[in-house]
T-cell receptor
Framework: DQQVKQNSPSLSVQEGRISILNCDYT??????FLWYKKYPAEGPTFLIS?????DKNEDGRFTVFLNKSAKHLSLHIVPSQPGDSAVYFC??????????????FGKGTKLSVIP | NAGVTQTPKFQVLKTGQSMTLQCAQD?????MYWYRQDPGMGLRLIYY???????DKGEVPNGYNVSRLNKREFSLRLESAAPSQTSVYFC????????????FGSGTRLTVV
């Protein structure tokens, strides 16, 4: 059973508009959430994160919102640019001992920003 | 550039052959991970090493073995490759401060025929 769910496999947005990517989780032990961006033939790269004690974190055009009661987070990209076209993975972290944190990933959402 | 280096980038194996995927990081990270990515499945954890000298199973460990050779290197071995192991394999590393998540390598695309 999936602990991190991204229910939209793909999303298309016009350049300059807002992109909203959604993620739901089921494990209450997750205490840190991250978004990764992945271009074809490259490894995922870290984009933005949020601690479970916060409800919003902003970094330039990227904002992540967390609703703990609903076990839901979202990534907002404003304004969207063609270079944002990529697969976005939601990930959730829990402590796995000895200073290590395991990440559980969603299946990803492919964002296409149309010029 | 500093980061995570994976070799090889591409590999084709016949069913039953063995091979080792290599991973090295130069960021002095304590923890290292192996993930596989399959279409429609996202990234799934195979094995991880919390620190030098320790390894643990992840979500999908069957058919794989790992070795944490030293703090820098973490290898993944397929003893008898099967077509179900056709995938893209990513190595990642992290330090104890998790604010910035993992650093990933660029991946190894493995095809088992």
């Amino acid at each position: 059973d999936q602990q991190v769910k991204q229910n939209s496999p793909s999303l298309s947005v016009q350049e300059g508009r807002i992109s909203i990517l959604n993620c739901d989780y089921t494990n209450s032990m997750f205490d840190y959430f991250l978004w990764y961006k992945k271009y074809p033939a490259e490894g995922p790269t870290f984009l933005i994160s949020i601690s479970s004690i916060k409800d919003k974190n902003e970094d330039g055009r990227f904002t992540v919102f967390l609703n703990k009661s609903a076990k839901h987070l979202s990534l907002h990209i404003v304004p969207s640019q063609p270079g944002d076209s990529a697969v976005y993975f939601c990930a959730a972290s829990e402590y796995s001992g000895a200073g290590s944190y395991q990440l559980t990933f969603g299946k990803g959402t492919k964002l296409s920003v149309i010029p | 550039n500093a980061g995570v280096t994976q070799t090889p980038k591409f590999q084709v194996l016949k069913t039953g052959q063995s091979m080792t995927l290599q991973c090295a990081q130069d960021m002095n990270h304590n923890s290292m991970y192996w993930y596989r990515q399959d279409p429609g499945m996202g990234l799934r954890l195979i094995y991880y090493s919390a620190s030098e000298g320790t390894t643990d199973k992840g979500e999908v460990p069957n058919g794989y073995n790992v070795s944490r050779l030293n703090k820098r290197e973490f290898s993944l071995r397929l003893e008898s490759a099967a077509p179900s192991q056709t995938s893209v394999y990513f190595c990642a590393s992290s330090e104890t401060l998790r604010n910035y998540g993992y650093t990933f390598g660029s991946g190894t695309r493995l095809t088992v025929v």
